[in-house]
């Protein structure tokens, strides 16, 4: 399903901003739902956000719902994640991901997975 590449991330103190971007190539983007999930160190790979091809639809996780904020650029292949308000907790790599369904936050769903981009929120 093409490639997803992340950028944006980076280390920032708690109450700050940072913006992801996930560019994507090879046929992957118009026509999908896109999501951005994160890992933890020791923890499993959980659900942050899902949008959907045209934007439409949105869906987001409890733990991030009213700070963050998905969208997409279909004119540039991009799908962003804005997120205000950053927590320690927030801290762990982001990765984008591809689903041709719209099935926003299952994950076995997602077949096109980005490399991920850390994101450390200092308390």
């Known amino acids: 399903q093409g490639q997803l590449v992340e950028s944006g991330g980076g280390l920032v103190q708690a109450g700050g901003s940072l913006r992801l971007s996930c560019a994507a190539s090879?046929?992957?983007?118009?026509?999908?739902?896109m999501g951005w999930f994160r890992q933890a160190p020791g923890k499993e790979r959980e659900f942050v956000a899902a949008?959907?091809?045209?934007?439409?639809?949105?869906r987001y996780a409890d733990s991030v719902k009213g700070r963050f904020t998905i969208s997409r650029d279909n004119a540039k292949n991009t799908v962003y994640l804005q997120m205000n308000s950053l927590k320690a907790e927030d801290t762990a790599v982001y990765s984008c991901?591809?689903?041709?369904?719209?099935?926003?936050?299952?994950?076995?769903?997602?077949?096109?997975w980005g490399q991920g981009t850390q994101v450390t929120v200092s308390s």
């Open positions: 090879g046929g992957t983007f118009s026509g999908y739902t």
């Open positions: 991901a591809a689903t041709p369904y719209t099935i926003y936050t299952s994950q076995p769903y997602y077949k096109t």
């Open positions: 949008i959907t091809a045209t934007g439409g639809n949105t």
